[in-house]
């Protein structure tokens, strides 16, 4: 490998690194808030937290439908 690949391995590795340390205390925070919070409340919390997990794979296949529906 090239000096140039093994900095950009060594960034990739460094930003997934801190990224997982940031934000595995939230999740688990949030997560434990989820548990505990029952009713209505509850259920909205949830769609709001699970929401960026459906919608980006359901965006994309509508884009893709479309862009190949012509």
């Given at each position: 490998?090239?000096?140039?690949?093994?900095?950009?391995?060594?960034?990739?590795?460094l930003?997934?690194?801190?990224?997982?340390?940031?934000?595995?205390?939230?999740?688990?925070?949030?997560?434990?808030?989820?548990n505990r919070?029952?009713?209505?409340?509850?259920?909205?919390?949830?769609?709001?937290?699970?929401?960026?997990?459906?919608?980006?794979?359901?965006?994309?296949g509508?884009?893709?439908?479309?862009?190949?529906?012509?």
């Amino acid at each position: 490998m090239t000096p140039t690949e093994l900095a950009a391995l060594r960034t990739s590795a460094l930003i997934a690194c801190l990224a997982v340390t940031l934000c595995t205390p939230l999740a688990v925070a949030l997560a434990n808030w989820t548990n505990r919070v029952q009713g209505r409340s509850g259920v909205w919390l949830s769609t709001v937290l699970l929401a960026p997990m459906v919608l980006s794979p359901a965006i994309v296949g509508l884009g893709l439908a479309g862009l190949l529906s012509h």
